[in-house]
């Protein structure tokens, strides 16, 4: 595929914060230490699971450039660029490309419901300033947009707009994505649960968070899924989708943080609005864990 920089699990760092709304660097980067190590085939940052929406443009450039310097080109990286303006999108995207990212990720966002016509602009204006590629992110849950296929299939035109992140939870969406977008599209899942799905209808990789919890059983998918062991795969699959639904439903980055903490490598606080997870909710994620624990050592 032409200009397809990522295949596999591409994970997502959440961004950790200080007791003063401070983001901890230092934490950030041993976070993305750890997706490395344990075998992601791409890193995320600024994605819903990174609170992005939620950060100004100087904690914006700290995150980008502590990725660049941490995973130091080991893996492709993608940055969340996503503004409410064009202007600040293409601001992020340029500043992204100089920092070393490897491609933009791009979702519509805007207090107004956008035309087709102003989303295609929208998007050919950030392209035509900078020279990797992006990826089209498609998420009405967040961002309020729902682009329909004929609107992808639009952005695809654009020269190096080549990816697009599939997050509406349809599975059918997904087949009607290569049936109509044809079989060298490069669509990546963004829906935890529907993983095994979205492999199956041919999704290229997996954008998710749930690598900084359970690396080993997301890799361990994708590996089957490569080998055609589709047994396999269902076993695998089966004994990470109670977590993903878990994640999705009580909010990526609460979950995630509670959990890094549960397994202790440690999460970092949050920035307001945003509260932790209810301890209740906390000792739900632990039983989770546990069981995938007994699972994976048993097996």
């Given at each position: 595929?032409?200009?397809?920089?990522?295949?596999?699990?591409?994970?997502?760092?959440?961004?950790?914060?200080?007791?003063?709304?401070?983001?901890?660097?230092?934490?950030?980067?041993?976070?993305?230490?750890?997706?490395?190590?344990?075998?992601?085939?791409?890193?995320?940052?600024?994605?819903?699971?990174?609170?992005?929406?939620?950060?100004n443009d100087t904690e914006?450039?700290?995150?980008?450039?502590?990725?660049?310097?941490?995973?130091?080109?080991?893996?492709?990286?993608?940055?969340?660029?996503?503004?409410?303006?064009?202007?600040?999108?293409?601001?992020?995207?340029?500043?992204?490309?100089?920092?070393?990212?490897?491609?933009?990720?791009?979702?519509?966002?805007?207090?107004?419901?956008?035309?087709?016509?102003?989303?295609?602009?929208?998007?050919?204006?950030?392209?035509?300033?900078?020279?990797?590629?992006?990826?089209?992110?498609?998420?009405?849950?967040?961002?309020?947009?729902?682009?329909?296929?004929?609107?992808?299939?639009?952005?695809?035109?654009?020269?190096?707009?080549?990816?697009?992140?599939?997050?509406?939870?349809?599975?059918?969406?997904?087949?009607?994505?290569?049936?109509?977008?044809?079989?060298?599209?490069?669509?990546?899942?963004?829906?935890?649960?529907?993983?095994?799905?979205?492999?199956?209808?041919?999704a290229r990789g997996w954008?998710?968070?749930?690598?900084?919890?359970?690396?080993?059983?997301?890799?361990?998918?994708?590996?089957?899924?490569?080998?055609?062991?589709?047994?396999?795969?269902?076993?695998?699959?089966?004994?990470?989708?109670?977590?993903?639904?878990?994640?999705?439903?009580?909010?990526?980055?609460?979950?995630?943080?509670?959990?890094?903490?549960?397994?202790?490598?440690?999460?970092?606080?949050?920035?307001?609005?945003?509260?932790?997870?209810?301890?209740?909710?906390?000792?739900?994620?632990?039983?989770?864990?546990?069981?995938?624990?007994?699972?994976?050592?048993?097996?």
């Amino acid at each position: 595929m032409n200009n397809v920089p990522f295949k596999g699990v591409i994970a997502y760092p959440i961004t950790p914060f200080d007791n003063n709304e401070q983001i901890d660097i230092a934490l950030f980067k041993k976070q993305v230490e750890r997706l490395v190590t344990t075998g992601a085939h791409g890193i995320a940052p600024l994605g819903s699971t990174g609170v992005m929406p939620y950060l100004n443009d100087t904690e914006k450039e700290a995150v980008t450039e502590a990725t660049m310097q941490q995973v130091a080109g080991r893996v492709p990286t993608l940055v969340g660029v996503s503004n409410l303006t064009t202007e600040r999108t293409v601001y992020h995207a340029k500043f992204a490309e100089k920092a070393g990212a490897t491609a933009v990720m791009i979702i519509p966002m805007s207090y107004w419901k956008l035309t087709d016509d102003e989303i295609v602009k929208h998007y050919d204006a950030v392209a035509s300033k900078i020279s990797i590629p992006i990826m089209a992110y498609n998420n009405p849950a967040t961002g309020g947009v729902d682009m329909s296929p004929a609107l992808l299939k639009r952005l695809l035109e654009i020269p190096n707009v080549t990816m697009i992140k599939e997050s509406t939870g349809d599975i059918q969406r997904m087949h009607y994505l290569r049936k109509e977008l044809g079989e060298e599209v490069a669509f990546f899942n963004g829906s935890n649960p529907l993983a095994l799905a979205a492999f199956s209808a041919g999704a290229r990789g997996w954008c998710t968070a749930a690598p900084n919890l359970i690396p080993e059983l997301n890799i361990a998918l994708y590996d089957a899924i490569q080998e055609n062991d589709l047994e396999k795969a269902r076993t695998v699959f089966y004994k990470q989708v109670d977590l993903l639904k878990f994640i999705v439903a009580k909010g990526l980055p609460r979950s995630i943080k509670a959990g890094l903490d549960l397994l202790g490598i440690g999460g970092g606080g949050f920035k307001s609005p945003i509260q932790p997870l209810s301890q209740n909710e906390i000792a739900e994620l632990d039983s989770i864990l546990s069981t995938i624990e007994n699972q994976v050592y048993q097996s």
